[in-house]
């Protein structure tokens, strides 16, 4: 099953055309021939021109500059780039083989714990990760197995099944989990305004079979942070009223590496006791590239040593936890440059420069009558808005769609239930897009409304519009 469906829209077997400037013309090179698409040539074609197919196919790719749906990080400095091209080769599992990688992975954990406010940094447990969705599954499964551990006696041999508290507004790696890990997902649905879980709801669906609640900070639908210490609160009255002691894991993909910087009075983390673990995605807020998260658990007793693997076969005998065995180090040197490039005080600067941004485009978009804000980026740096209750001219995936051929990618989406009625427009503001970027961006949006407000309706919701949400 491809599940990267190929676009067939030449014949098929139609294969790459040969552009004779770039292949020398050499028909003993094999250049006469057209090299197919999709099975693997008969024979090596020389590399200046494998390379020339591959790059001319990958300019077609969008300018990650002017993409406002992705949280990843799209710009770091040349010496991060010389970093990671030294690091290139390392493994991250070869930690006999690279003790020095592996010792900056220890302390961008340690750095970590402190700045999250483990009790005993120096005892906090944790790791990197591909991102955070690997990170989500790794906590996600601590959870599972203290809660088995402490259920031996209906689980599984009486059939007691795991659930796991969140809101519908999760991102996907949760359903992830719980499909794949086979943990019931008890979604607390949106009401009204509220977008995200709150405390009530979360400590209502708990039961004896509650692994966890999971508390994001910040949500991908619209950048705002679920209210963690009252969500803790809450869980902790239910432990008085009925003796159900339920752990908590604080999705922070972006947030854990906002919030300390910008949020300094917002308890959030392992101050609050019931916080078992965090994670948080390296390459968002973290400022590295893509391929790096990190999970850590707040001491050795959240993190059930029988899920840690020992392994001697690439010579030392390291303790691991994850899912993937290779890996690459290189974002792991990366992070650390970042945080010893950065400090304290840089990081606040950057995501407080990345929030100004955010916080002024959001206000001058909803000075337009068109529009009505749902958040304005004074948490995550990133703000949903919708159309304003008497636009019908036009709806979200149109101005998606137009603000396109402008070269801007703004994903339009609908929101989980009970809002599915709901559709918005997302920006998601990361270093690099700059006070002058948004400003040419509302250029761009101011110009298109008059055409869309002569539009007969709504033009409908175009696949390709709607797929572009990332979280
Ligand atoms: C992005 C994101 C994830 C998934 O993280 P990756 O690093 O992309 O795997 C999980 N949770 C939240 C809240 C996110 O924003």
Known sequence: MALHKGTHVRAPGR???????YGEADPVAGMAAEPPRHTLPDGPMPPHTAYQFVHDELMLDGNARLNLATFVTTWMEPQADVLLAECRDKNMIDKDEYPRTAELERRCV?????????????????CSTTGSSEACMLAGLALKRRWALANADRYPSRGARPNLVMGANVQVCWEKFCNFWEVEARQVPMEGERFHLDAASAAALCDENTIGVVAVLGSTF????????????????LRERTGLDVPVHVDGASGALVAPFLDTGLVWDFRLP????????????????????WALWRERAALPEELVFRVNYLGGDMPTFALNFSRPGAQVAAQYYTFLRLGREGFRAVQQNTRDVACRLAARIGELEEFRLLTRGDQLPVFAFTTADGVTAFDVFDVSRRLRERGWLVPAYSFPPDREDLSVLRIVCRNGFTHDLADLFL???HSLLPELRRQPGPLGRPEAVATAFHH
Request: proline share 8%.
């Open 15 to 21: 294969g790459y055309s040969v552009n004779p400037f």
């Open 110 to 126: 340690a750095m970590l714990a402190d700045l999250w406010h483990a009790p005993d940094p120096a005892s906090a447990v944790g």
């Open 222 to 237: 619209d950048g705002s942070y679920e209210p963690v210490a009252d969500i803790c609160a809450a869980l902790d009255a």
């Open 274 to 293: 019931r916080v078992a673990s965090i994670n948080a995605s390296g390459h968002k807020y973290g400022l590295v590239y893509p391929g790096v998260g």
């Open 443 to 445: 250029e761009d949006l």
